[in-house]
């Protein structure tokens, strides 16, 4: 029918080479028989009726002239071989189909929650709008033990831009991709600042050092942490960890100032509470690096401090505080902590003379050294040169993110602890904007759609 009607049109040989080369000669063919194939399916009474009205073509000559052109007999085109194998199967073929739709639709409720909850967050998100069943599952404890029991991948990382600092972005390393999430249950006449996480929530605390708040950034759980019993306005280092497994079995929140005050809050008991003081052996006051975060692994919080140089380390669980002199490495500045799979890792710049670079150290614990492992290829470095390069650390869980900034340049990079691997992040750009922004800030989180504050 359709596709026939190319055919019918007779050409010359010169007109053939010149107006419709092979190429969308067979491209034209191709869109017409689909075109047929919707049409056979739209009006299948049709389908085989033949083409009286097609049966005459007229045919234009040099000369003014019209030719009656006979009707066209289209050649048998070899079927796929999909097709064709379809057509050498038994006639139960239709049954069996029926067969595979039953057993589907009694698919076991608890293995279809396990292949939900491994496939990409981005995925789930958008399978919610499937149907009313699915987009409740996400409540289901059955489904949030799943999601537990999945190894965790890539984390990703809430971000603040220096030009807005009233909302938030999120990057996700596997699509390389930023979200912009809006959480109105934050405040918004108050600027606040992501400074730690644990089992996909994220803390928040006031520009003020006043108030804390927990958050899913994905559900937009939302939860504003009761007032401190210590007054402490002065800047703090904040760490977080869970109690368990996952958020459902309650998490805790430690700030700690650098005169020793220091505060825990349980989410279980909705409270904050003080167990003990720092013991005389560690030096007052602790100096803490602030640029740098804290690590948790397991159930153990790691501070980087000054004077003297080194960590200092609290177990949640047992409240047992402990310090470690560690020097750090010469001609090294803007350093932070970082952490992959248990070991300790330090992440900065080394500037010597106008050549800087970015290199990546792990704890030795039998010798308490830091032992370079990597640094940032030489042809990246390259760019660096002769240029005042501030470095932030916008996420130290396995894979960090790393913000470097000059007068010059506004560069965004993560790297891979596991497979050394250095990659380059889009520049994040708001919604209707042209312009990259410049992060100041953020923290890494493992994405969970349970997760609740």
């Known amino acids: 029918m359709v596709w026939a009607l190319f055919d019918r049109f007779e050409f010359t040989r010169a007109d053939r080479a010149r107006k419709f080369p092979a190429f969308y000669r067979e491209s034209f063919r191709g869109l017409a028989m689909n075109l047929e194939q919707s049409w056979c399916s739209l009006y299948p009474d049709h389908s085989s009726l033949d083409d009286g009205c097609y049966s005459l073509i007229l045919k ?105 600092f009233n909302s938030g972005a999120m990057y996700d390393p596997s699509l390389k991709k930023w979200h912009h999430p809006t959480m109105p249950s934050l405040p918004s006449k108050v600027i606040i600042l992501p400074v730690a996480s644990a089992g996909g929530l994220v803390c928040f605390l006031d520009i003020g050092h006043k108030n ?22 002065s800047r703090v280092a904040v760490g977080m960890t869970l109690n368990g497994n996952s958020s459902s079995d309650g998490y805790k929140i430690l700030w700690l100032g650098c005169d020793g005050e220091h505060e825990v809050y349980d989410s279980m008991k909705d409270n904050w509470s003080r167990l003990g003081s720092i013991p005389s052996s560690i030096k007052l006051p602790l100096s803490l690096n602030f640029r740098s975060q804290s690590v948790s692994i397991k159930n153990t919080l790691y501070f980087m401090r000054s004077d003297p140089e080194g960590v200092v380390s609290y ?139």
């Open 60 to 164: 234009g000559r040099k000369g003014g002239s019209f030719k009656m052109v006979e009707p066209y007999k289209t050649q048998p085109s070899k079927k796929p071989r999909k097709e064709r194998n379809r057509e050498k199967l038994p006639s139960n073929t239709e049954s069996a189909e029926i067969m595979q739709e039953q057993i589907w639709k009694e698919f076991p409720e608890d293995l279809f929650e396990a292949v939900i909850a491994r496939l990409p967050v981005a995925t789930v998100f958008r399978f919610r709008s499937v149907c009313r069943k699915w987009n409740s599952l996400l409540a289901t404890d059955s489904f949030s033990k799943h999601c537990t029991d999945v190894p965790q991948g890539h984390p990703w990382f809430y971000t603040i831009a220096h030009e807005n």
């Open 212 to 233: 804390f708040y927990v958050c899913n950034p994905l559900t937009q759980s939302f939860k504003e942490l009761p007032a401190r019993s210590v007054r402490v306005w």
């Open 315 to 453: 177990d949640m669980k047992s409240g047992v505080w402990k310090e470690f002199a560690i020097p750090a490495p010469p001609y090294l500045t803007d350093h932070s902590l970082a952490e992959c799979r248990g070991r300790v890792m330090l992440v900065g710049l080394l500037t010597k003379n106008a050549a800087t670079c970015v290199c990546v150290w792990e704890l030795q614990r039998m010798t308490l050294l830091w032992k370079e492992v990597d640094r940032m290829p030489n042809i990246w470095c390259l760019e660096f040169y002769g240029k005042h390069v501030r470095m932030t650390c916008l996420g130290n869980k396995g894979l960090i993110m790393l913000s470097l900034r000059s007068k010059q340049m506004n560069r965004l990079v993560t790297y891979d602890v596991l497979s050394k691997e250095w990659k380059k992040v889009p520049g994040c750009v708001r919604p209707n904007g042209k312009r990259k922004q410049w992060i100041a800030c953020g923290t890494a989180f493992h994405p969970s759609p349970t997760a609740l504050a």
